[in-house]
């Protein structure tokens, strides 16, 4: 593990390439950066919460670490999982973010567009939080895979944990 002079830590990364498990099949960023070689994750994040703050403040942390080089996992479980899907229905205060774009804060499809196009970041949603939320896997984004907890964990390693 290194230190940088702000006394931070960066994980070691170590990763077997090659899709095999839970993400066979799953095309996109999802399964090319869980498995890239020399893969890993920098930063596990967990949304938990469909609070609109709470996702905001996930995918600005997320999209600000992706952009500065680290690979990036974002999980959803519980209410989280609806930060995941196409529309925002399951959002609690929606209506937050037009006053967040006001003020020149980039807003939750900015972000959420932005993480898609990113490399190094991966989507994972929980599948007990998807029929405990009553979410098919159709509503969920492209890219988006569908994993059990022992996966995220698998996956998220000995990165730093977030947790929204």
Known sequence: MSTSSTGSHTPPRSHASGAVGPLAGVSGLSAAAAYAEGGGCDLAIMIVEARYERVHAALMLAVTASALGQAVLLFGMGA????????????????????????????????????????????????????????SEQALLAGVAVVGLPTFLDQAGAARLAVF
């Open 80 to 135: 989280g999982v609806t930060a995941f899907c196409e529309q925002w229905d399951g959002l609690e205060q929606p209506e937050r973010d037009a006053a967040r774009q006001e003020a020149g804060v980039a807003g939750l499809e900015t972000l959420r567009t932005a993480l898609t196009d990113l490399e190094d970041v991966t989507l994972m949603v929980c599948d007990s939080g998807l029929k405990a939320m009553s979410v």
